[in-house]
T-cell receptor, first 118, second 116 residues
Framework: AQKITQTQPGMFVQEKEAVTLDCTYD???????LFWYKQPSSGEMIFLIY????DQQNATEGRYSLNFQKARKSANLVISASQLGDSAMYFC???????????????WGLGTSLAVNP | EAQVTQNPRYLITVTGKKLTVTCSQN?????MSWYRQDPGLGLRQIYY???????DKGDVPEGYKVSRKEKRNFPLILESPSPNQTSLYFC???????????????FGPGTRLTVL
């Protein structure tokens, strides 16, 4: 069965510093996608970054980058130059291709709460 | 602006009173899905739809109904709400089923439902 583990319930970071949020996954699917979402206190779910299992390069989107280590089954999110507005819950999610069939259901971790200190 | 909209954003109701949460996307996405988010349980899929008139159950479909008569709309219906359906509900959509980045799901703003 597919599973996402986020081992850090809460993290603190100083403004302008970089922070890494951990995500490990388990799947038997040879092809899969990994996603990170941000959920601020207002509640909406905001897509941040995508990494495909066959992508040769680590994904980057502005201040967000993904440290993808396929052999270790980890997909850590790196936020550079943290800002106060980065304070939120961060969720790692995975979607299999073959095992999921036609259902593009996302498998979710339980999230990491990030607090950015001024 | 490309977006997924949900209404209402907040709803307090009583046990047994039928309600509908609307979801609409303006991105011509084929795939749509409903999730509920509960503390300690994360997000769980309720129903999904691959295209018009094609819907199927997710992990927690009991007590919910959906329909997909038009591509853009995917309403969630609670025929007889109960207190255990108190939750934060999200509608999501993605472009297609081809795999890769086009599978990225974009979420609506969420609907906070309280059933008394």
């Amino acid at each position: 069965a597919q599973k996402i583990t986020q081992t850090q319930p809460g993290m603190f970071v100083q403004e302008k510093e970089a922070v890494t949020l951990d995500c490990t996954y388990d799947t038997s699917d040879p092809s899969y996608g990994l996603f990170w979402y941000k959920q601020p206190s207002s509640g909406e779910m905001i897509f941040l970054i995508y990494q495909g299992s066959y992508d040769q390069q680590n994904a980057t989107e502005g201040r967000y980058s993904l440290n993808f280590q396929k052999a270790r089954k980890s997909a850590n999110l790196v936020i550079s130059a943290s800002q106060l507005g980065d304070s939120a819950m961060y969720f790692c999610a995975m979607r299999g291709v073959y095992n999921a069939g036609n259902n593009r259901k996302l498998i979710w971790g339980l999230g990491t709460s990030l607090a950015v200190n001024p | 602006e490309a977006q997924v909209t949900q209404n209402p954003r907040y709803l307090i109701t009583v046990t047994g009173k039928k309600l509908t949460v609307t979801c609409s996307q303006n991105m011509n996405h084929e795939y749509m899905s409903w999730y509920r988010q509960d503390p300690g349980l994360g997000l769980r899929q309720i129903y999904y739809s691959m295209n018009v008139e094609v819907t199927d159950k997710g992990d927690v479909p009991e007590g919910y109904k959906v329909s997909r008569k038009e591509k853009r709309n995917f309403p969630l219906i609670l025929e007889s709400p109960s207190p255990n359906q108190t939750s934060l509900y999200f509608c999501a959509s993605s472009l297609d089923l081809a795999g890769g980045p086009s599978d990225t799901q974009y979420f609506g703003p969420g609907t906070r439902l309280t059933v008394l």
